[in-house]
T-cell receptor
Framework: AQKVTQAQTEISVVEKEDVTLDCVYETRDTTYYLFWYKQPPSGELVFLIRRNSFDEQNEISGRYSWNFQKSTSSFNFTITASQVVDSAVYFCALLNTGNQFYFGTGTSLTVIP | GAVVSQHPSRVICKSGTSVKIECRSLDFQATTMFWYRQFPKQSLMLMATSNEGSKATYEQGVEKDKFLINHASLTLSTLTVTSAHPEDSSFYIC?????????FGPGTRLTVT
């Protein structure tokens, strides 16, 4: 069975603080992909990152960084020096070998100016 | 990346009427498209997988006679919500697959009054 868990339903931080969004996944597939998407109030999903199961290298893109730990089945997302524009719902997702997406329940991030 | 469009972006219809939502891959051909539904403050749930030229595969609990899917060409899939009711009000998102990539449309917000 595939499952993605985002335990944090809502997070509020003050602008310029760092924030980490947690994601834990379950799958029996040996090959899979993990994603993070941002969903602003408009509703459109904004792709942030894709990571395949064989690549555990952490990645940094500007203020965003991702920590993939296969040993704990986690794929956490950190925003450094948060900004008001970062306020959105963030979804972690798993794409399995059958090409089906499994989305977490999302974390609603509010950055307070 | 590739672009997927949806039309309309918003639609309001009266209870009992039917409404059609289009999903188009603008710059690539997609043999497989997916339809998701997202209720307010909830995650995306896969409704059905649409394969060009064949019948759609529906997820458990999704009524195929109520949510008609047609994938008549490699660039267009349509979702028709028949005899819509207020509980069908939701955000409908499609995605299109190109190789190992999936691209999401901007979504259609359906309100049934």
């Amino acid at each position: 069975a595939q499952k993605v868990t985002q335990a944090q339903t809502e997070i509020s931080v003050v602008e310029k603080e760092d924030v980490t969004l947690d994601c834990v996944y379950e799958t029996r597939d040996t090959t899979y992909y993990l994603f993070w998407y941002k969903q602003p109030p408009s509703g459109e999903l904004v792709f942030l990152i894709r990571r395949n199961s064989f690549d555990e290298q952490n990645e940094i893109s500007g203020r965003y960084s991702w920590n993939f730990q296969k040993s704990t089945s986690s794929f956490n997302f950190t925003i450094t020096a948060s900004q008001v524009v970062d306020s959105a719902v963030y979804f972690c997702a798993l794409l399995n070998t059958g090409n089906q997406f499994y989305f977490g329940t999302g974390t609603s991030l509010t950055v307070i100016p | 990346g590739a672009v997927v469009s949806q039309h309309p972006s918003r639609v309001i219809c009266k209870s009992g009427t039917s409404v059609k939502i289009e999903c188009r891959s603008l710059d690539f051909q997609a043999t497989t498209m997916f339809w998701y539904r997202q209720f307010p403050k909830q995650s995306l749930m896969l409704m059905a997988t649409s394969n060009e030229g064949s019948k759609a595969t529906y997820e458990q609990g999704v009524e195929k006679d109520k949510f008609l899917i047609n994938h008549a060409s490699l660039t267009l899939s349509t979702l028709t919500v028949t005899s819509a009711h207020p509980e069908d009000s939701s955000f409908y998102i499609c995605s299109a697959r190109q190789g190992n990539e999936q691209y999401f449309g901007p979504g259609t917000r359906l309100t049934v009054t």
